[in-house]
């Protein structure tokens, strides 16, 4: 199985490298792991549904 940075993550997904960190930490996305300081993707990991609130 290959995996993948969070700013490998964060270019699939287009969203920021400290997004994908803060997703990871909350357990969002299945299969992360942290090594060290770094956070390591299964590379089939699906970007979880944005849950922040849209003011109308």
């Known amino acids: ?3 993948m940075t969070a700013k490998e993550a ?3 997904w287009n969203i ?3 997004q994908v960190q ?3 930490a909350k357990g969002r996305i299945s299969g992360a792991t942290r090594f060290g300081k ?3 993707i299964p590379e ?3 970007k979880p ?3 922040r609130q849209k003011y109308k």
Do not use: F, H, I, S
Request: neutral net charge; charged residues 40%; contains cysteine.
């Open 38 to 40: 770094a956070w390591v």
């Open 44 to 46: 089939n990991a699906e």
């Open 10 to 12: 964060a270019l699939k």
């Open 49 to 51: 549904k944005d849950d």
């Open 16 to 18: 920021t490298p400290r």
């Open 1 to 3: 199985m290959k995996d």
């Open 22 to 24: 803060l997703l990871c």
